[in-house]
């Protein structure tokens, strides 16, 4: 498994620098990318009994840092597919994956219901 970009926080030398995604290495693993990892890690996983108005301020920070970061659609699938339970990730928070996943197994059902209703009709 993908250490999270923003657990392991080194703080680099360099200012975060946006890498278009036609430049970069296609078999470097996305998280080299990552600009959280020069942010902290305490913006992008809640600490214990965070009152309400200090968690939404928190993730809002944390999704600027994201939609300036040039591997969130990496980074939010790979948070997908885990699932990883905690933090924000691609700009999505946990609630807001959860939902992205339930939709997703939502629009799942329905599609092998019409693949099921298609060989139905075919054999019928
Ligand atoms: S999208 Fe956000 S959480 Fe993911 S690597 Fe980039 S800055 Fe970090």
């Known amino acids: 498994m993908l250490q999270p970009p923003h657990s392991s926080l080194q703080v680099a030398a360099v200012p975060a620098q946006r890498v278009p995604v ?18 902290e890690a305490g913006l992008f996983f ?12 928190r993730e809002e920070a944390a999704k600027r840092v994201c939609a300036r970061c040039p591997v969130m659609v990496e980074c939010r699938e790979h948070a997908l597919l885990q699932p990883e339970p905690y933090g924000v990730w691609g700009g999505l928070t946990a609630a ?3 939902v992205v996943l339930a939709r997703r197994r939502r629009r799942d059902v329905e599609l092998k219901k019409a693949a099921g209703a298609g060989r139905i009709a075919q054999a019928g």
């Open 46 to 57: 809640a600490p214990s009994k965070e009152p309400t108005a200090a968690r939404l301020s």
């Open 22 to 39: 036609r430049d970069r290495d296609q078999d470097a693993p996305w998280h080299t990318e990552a600009v959280c990892r020069r942010d």
């Open 96 to 98: 807001e994956r959860r």
